[in-house]
């Protein structure tokens, strides 16, 4: 299973955008690019995916290096709500989700 | 509609004890898996299933065993409870003819191994 690299934590001032980085250097071509995020003492829940193309949906922006060795997930203004630990996941065809440590966001009123 | 739901939500064992973590999801997904999260770490996967009567490992299975009889249910089985074991678990779930669909995760259950 391809791994991803992220940064441990990041700050945030509230209502600023957001720009969470991810390495995913040994991306195969039918991986897919997940996020998901945790808040505190709560599953799980799904932010965005893409492929090749950047995506945008009501919670987040997802841009994609044309290389495919790196994306940036994008808050666009951030609230306190939005603290939380955001994971990068490589998903390959037979849909497993191998999570690593994630980045913490905090966000600073 | 609950989505996924789990139970118990907290537990107690004791080394040595037997339980059984159960997950249920009304979505009609075909692939389900549990995942165990230790304190300040990411999740890893213990085991999946992409229909009933299909199971397969995930990244530390050891301790746990699964079975599918049905689509909604998915329980995860403790045989002997070690302390290594005391965690959070959470079952997942999505359709699997979708591959690229989101998960859906459930609350959890935090067990503590005494």
């Known amino acids: 299973d391809a791994k991803t690299t992220q940064p441990n934590s990041m700050e945030s001032n509230e209502e600023e955008p957001v720009h969470l980085p991810c390495n995913h250097s040994t991306i195969s071509g039918t991986d897919y690019i997940h996020w998901y995020r945790q808040l505190p003492s709560q599953g799980p829940e799904y932010v965005i995916h893409?492929?090749?193309s950047n995506v945008n949906n009501r919670m987040a922006s997802l841009a994609i290096a044309e290389d495919r060795k790196s994306s940036t997930l994008i808050l666009h203004r951030a609230t306190l709500r939005d603290a939380a630990v955001y994971y990068c996941i490589l998903r390959d065809v037979g849909g497993k989700l191998i999570f690593g440590q994630g980045t913490e966001l905090s966000v600073k009123p | 509609n609950a989505g996924v739901t789990q139970t118990p939500k907290f537990q107690v064992l004791k080394t040595g004890q037997s339980m059984t973590l159960q997950c249920a999801q009304d979505?009609?997904?075909?692939?389900m898996s549990w995942y165990r999260q230790d304190p300040g770490m990411g999740l890893r996967l213990i085991h999946y299933s992409v229909g009933a009567g299909i199971t397969d490992q995930g990244e530390v299975p050891n301790g746990y065993n699964v079975s599918r009889s049905t689509t909604e249910d998915f329980p995860l089985r403790l045989l002997s409870a070690a302390p290594s074991q005391t965690s959070v678990y959470f079952c997942a779930t999505y359709p699997y003819r979708v591959h690229y669909y989101e998960q859906y995760f459930g609350p959890g259950t935090r067990l503590t191994v005494t």
């Open positions: 893409g492929l090749t």
């Open positions: 979505m009609n997904h075909e692939y």
